[in-house]
């Protein structure tokens, strides 16, 4: 089936330094790459749409040039945390759509990160 | 907007106990509906769906219906294993390719 793997699975980092997160897919070609953050013991919560060749799509309140997202290629989608804060700690997973209908979303394993 | 609520958790059972998850959803239309389950330190996966009003979906022991008269989508298991532990999250989706409106989560033990 169709697999998207998201890589680091967690990491650690200073306060100020930036962090990419990638997520592939890896036997699928994905357009569009949805990037959601999940708080402790609450839901996911899309952040932003991207979409092959084009500008990403934010949700309402979230910070364009904090978080960056790129999606180079049909196989590669990047989310960037740029100069982070403590209050950026947290679960990032990305997701791409079905390929067919029947065939439900797929989902990264989630990046955990903790920012010092 | 639309938005999916799910009962809190923790639920925490007992090996060969019966488990509901409930969850109800508001959204105008007809959408298709979802529970997703998330193991430790893994990414969620498609548990099962419905994608119209009496559907039921199953999968690995679970069952949901999707009711529109009362708006819910709850989870059945008759008989829940240890490896049954995880967090389960119930989604909406309003069209192909749109995004997944998703519930809080509900995190579930099984106890041996």
């Known amino acids: 089936g169709a697999v998207v793997s998201q890589h680091p699975s967690w990491v650690i980092c200073k306060s100020g330094t930036s962090v990419k997160i990638e997520c592939r897919s890896l036997d699928f070609q994905a357009t569009t790459m949805f990037w959601y953050r999940q708080f402790p013991k609450q839901s996911l919560m899309l952040m932003a749409t991207s979409n092959e060749g084009s500008k990403a799509t934010y949700e309402q309140g979230v910070e364009k040039d904090k978080f960056l997202i790129n999606h180079a290629s049909l196989t590669l989608s990047t989310l960037t945390v740029t100069s982070a804060h403590p209050e950026d700690s947290s679960f990032y997973i990305c997701?791409?759509?079905?390929?067919?209908?029947?065939?439900?979303?797929?989902f990264g394993s989630g990046t955990r990160l903790t920012v010092v | 907007g639309d938005s999916v609520t799910q009962m809190e958790g923790p639920v925490t059972l007992s090996e060969e106990a019966f488990l509901t998850i409930n969850c109800t959803y508001t959204?105008?239309?007809?959408?298709?509906l979802f529970w997703y389950v998330q193991y430790p330190g893994e990414g969620l996966q498609l548990l099962l769906k419905a994608t119209k009003a009496d559907d039921k979906g199953s999968n690995k022991g679970f069952e949901a219906t999707y009711r529109k008269e009362t708006t819910s989508f709850h989870l059945e298991k008759g008989s829940v294993q240890v490896s049954d532990s995880a967090v389960y999250f119930c989604?909406?989706?309003?069209?192909?390719?749109?995004?997944?409106?998703f519930g809080g989560g509900t995190r579930v033990l099984v106890k041996p």
């Open positions: 997701s791409a759509p079905p390929r067919r209908e029947n065939y439900g979303y797929t």
């Open positions: 959204a105008t239309g007809y959408p298709s």
């Open positions: 989604a909406l989706l309003k069209a192909a390719g749109n995004k997944l409106t």
